[in-house]
């Protein structure tokens, strides 16, 4: 098992153990958006486990040193990955900003919470990746400020085809610790799920809008 595959597969299974990600087939969750989905993930809740938090702080770390080098800001995506972000930022010994999701309508109307300057190479850091619209809506942002975004990392992705197209035309390299195919087979392995389930599951994700109508 390369290192890779282990870090997924650990982190696969330390979200499964907290339930920050839940797989219920018989009694679907609906998203913001209306969609039917047999998961639900909610990684915010890392953060009440030191243990867990710290692996995810420091698998972050590596994969920041070794895919995109030195880099002079850590940004984290709001509001669900800002905690992440800033502890990667203190791991990395880096300033820290945040962005949200749209410029305030109020006092200096920033988008880009902190202090960052043109020029600036950034490295930004989000909880999960769905269609990736709302985190390259960040990047986007940083680099109206002028800043070169290096790449991104997360810990999650559904690997939707819309979010690896997306990212590939934004021209923005996503790395993750973990995936939905390495959680379904961590579920599988730790029986959270059967094997019948698997097949519905991958539908899931093929066609989520219209899947369960």
Avoid at 29 to 55: E, H, M, V
Avoid at 79 to 106: M, Q, S, W
Avoid at 188 to 203: A, G, M, N, P, T
């Amino acid at each position: 098992m390369n290192y890779k595959e282990d870090t997924a597969r650990k982190t696969a299974e330390l979200l499964l153990q907290i339930q920050a990600v839940k797989l219920n087939k018989k009694e679907p969750f609906t998203w913001a958006s209306g969609w039917k989905s047999p998961i639900y993930c909610d990684n915010r809740k890392t953060l009440s486990y030191p243990k867990i938090r710290t692996y995810i702080r420091q698998e972050f770390s590596k994969i920041i040193n070794e895919v995109y080098g030195d880099v002079d800001v850590i940004a984290g995506v709001a509001t669900g990955a800002i905690a992440n972000g800033a502890l990667v930022a203190e791991e990395l010994g880096k300033p820290f900003v945040y962005v949200r999701p749209d410029k305030k309508k109020h006092g200096m109307g920033n988008q880009v919470e902190g202090a960052i300057s043109a020029g600036q190479t950034v490295v930004v850091v989000e909880d999960l990746i769905s269609t990736g619209g709302s985190s390259l809506k960040a990047v986007e942002a940083l680099r109206e400020a002028g800043c070169e975004v290096k790449g991104m990392v997360a810990i999650f992705t559904y690997g939707f085809k819309v979010a690896e197209e997306n990212f590939k035309n934004a021209r923005v390299r996503l790395e993750t610790l973990t995936s939905y195919n390495m959680l379904i087979e961590e579920a599988l392995d730790s029986k959270s799920i059967k094997k019948e389930d698997v097949s519905s599951l991958q539908e899931w994700r093929l066609d989520p809008a219209e899947w369960g109508k």
